[in-house]
């Protein structure tokens, strides 16, 4: 079992930054596949970034990959997210994920509650 509380969320004016926290205890946290999902009304719940077991992030698109970045401090046992020149779009509820890996939010088996993050134009 793993237990995922993230945090940092808010509201942002557009171009400014947040970095997001995912609190993880419970089974050993370095060995999963960890992940930040989102969601914005009336979507549905999109993968944004993963890093693997040996450091190695993925981006869901370039966009994503020039402004965000996922990390983990394996000491501290919490996954970030940091997101510069943030976008309107950018809008919506952050989850964390933890499991065997993937883009696809069926392949995690552990998820924090969300935190909102509100980027105003």
């Known amino acids: 079992q793993v237990q995922l509380v993230e945090s940092g969320g808010g509201l942002v004016q557009a171009g400014g930054s947040l970095r997001l926290s995912c609190a993880a205890s419970g089974h050993t946290f370095s060995t999963y596949v960890m992940a930040w999902f989102r969601q914005a009304p009336g979507k549905e719940r999109e993968f944004v970034a993963l890093t693997g077991r040996m450091g190695i992030s993925t981006y869901a698109t370039d966009s994503m990959k020039g402004r965000f970045t996922i990390s983990r401090d394996i000491a501290r046992n919490t996954l970030y997210l940091q997101m510069n020149s943030l976008k309107p779009e950018d809008t919506a509820v952050y989850y964390c994920?933890?499991?065997?890996?993937?883009?696809?939010?069926?392949?995690?088996?552990?998820w924090g509650q969300g935190t909102q993050v509100t980027v105003s134009s």
């Open positions: 994920a933890a499991g065997a890996g993937g883009v696809a939010f069926g392949e995690y088996d552990y």
